[in-house]
T-cell receptor
Framework: DGGITQSPKYLFRKEGQNVTLSCEQNLNHDAMYWYRQDPGQGLRLIYYSQIVNDFQKGDIAEGYSVSREKKESFPLTVTSAQKNPTAFYLC?????????????FGSGTRLTVV | GESVGLHLPTLSVQEGDNSIINCAYSNSASDYFIWYKQESGKGPQFIIDIRSNMDKRQGQRVTVLLNKTVKHLSLQIAATQPGDSAVYFCAENSISSGSARQLTFGSGTQLTVLP
C-alpha cells in the first residue's frame, strides 16, 4: 500500500541539540510539505518542496532546515535556533504543487524539549 | 478565522444526531476544497472534497456544501457515531505568494459525540 511514513513517532530533544525528523513517501508524489501543529491550533507551513533538490520556505521556516535529495524523502531538521520546538510535526505530499487533488499526510512526530 | 491558544471551536452532539461543521474560507479564487478529520495524536485524513463548479457533494454519511457567494463551506455528518469524535479541518487551494496553489487550512473544530 502506498503512503507516507514519518519516524520516529515520539522524539525528545535536549536544549541546544539538533534533531532530524524523517518523512518517506512511496506515492510517487512530486511535492512534499512540513507542517507544525501546536495544541488547539491549525497547521502552519514550515517548508515545502516541489521537486528534487529544490525547496522553499513556508510561513515559519526560522530555526528549521530541510533537504530533498530523493523524490521519496524530505527530512526536517529542527535546529538549536528554534526556540520553542515542542510541537506535533506533520509531513504531507501531493501529486504536484498545484494542490489539485489535496494532500496525503503522515501520522506525525511529537517532538518534546527536555 | 484562526483560533488562538486553546480556544478551538467545539461542537458536541448526541450519538445518532446529525452534525454540521462550518468553515469560512478566505480566497474567492480558490477552486478546490477539502475536509480532513484528525484524531488525537494522528495525522489528518481525507474525508471529502468539492470543486468550485459544484454546490454539494455526498459521500458515505457525509455531505459537503459550498456557498461561493458568502465563501462558506460546511460538512454534514449523518447519524454521528462515537468514532466521529475528532478535529475537523477545512482546506482551500488558495494561490500562494508565488503563482502555485497550496492548501490553506482552517483552525479546526473539535467534534465530541456524547453517548
Amino acid at each position: 500500500d502506498g503512503g507516507i511514513t514519518q519516524s520516529p513517532k515520539y522524539l525528545f530533544r535536549k536544549e541546544g541539540q539538533n534533531v532530524t525528523l524523517s518523512c518517506e513517501q512511496n506515492l510517487n508524489h512530486d511535492a512534499m510539505y512540513w507542517y507544525r501543529q501546536d495544541p488547539g491550533q491549525g497547521l502552519r507551513l514550515i517548508y515545502y518542496s516541489q521537486i528534487v533538490n529544490d525547496f522553499q520556505k513556508g510561513d515559519i521556516a526560522e530555526g528549521y532546515s530541510v533537504s530533498r535529495e530523493k523524490k521519496e524523502s524530505f527530512p526536517l531538521t529542527v535546529t538549536s535556533a528554534q526556540k520553542n520546538p515542542t510541537a506535533f510535526y506533520l509531513c504531507a505530499s501531493s501529486i504536484d504543487l498545484g494542490a489539485r487533488y489535496g494532500y496525503t499526510f503522515g501520522s506525525g512526530t511529537r517532538l518534546t524539549v527536555v | 478565522g484562526e483560533s488562538v491558544g486553546l480556544h478551538l471551536p467545539t461542537l458536541s452532539v448526541q450519538e445518532g444526531d446529525n452534525s454540521i461543521i462550518n468553515c469560512a474560507y478566505s480566497n474567492s479564487a480558490s477552486d478546490y476544497f477539502i475536509w480532513y478529520k484528525q484524531e488525537s495524536g494522528k495525522g489528518p485524513q481525507f474525508i471529502i472534497d468539492i470543486r468550485s463548479n459544484m454546490d454539494k457533494r455526498q459521500g458515505q454519511r457525509v455531505t459537503v456544501l459550498l456557498n461561493k457567494t458568502v465563501k462558506h463551506l460546511s460538512l454534514q455528518i449523518a447519524a454521528t457515531q462515537p468514532g466521529d469524535s475528532a478535529v475537523y479541518f477545512c482546506a482551500e487551494n488558495s494561490i500562494s505568494s508565488g503563482s502555485a496553489r497550496q492548501l490553506t487550512f482552517g483552525s479546526g473544530t473539535q467534534l465530541t459525540v456524547l453517548p
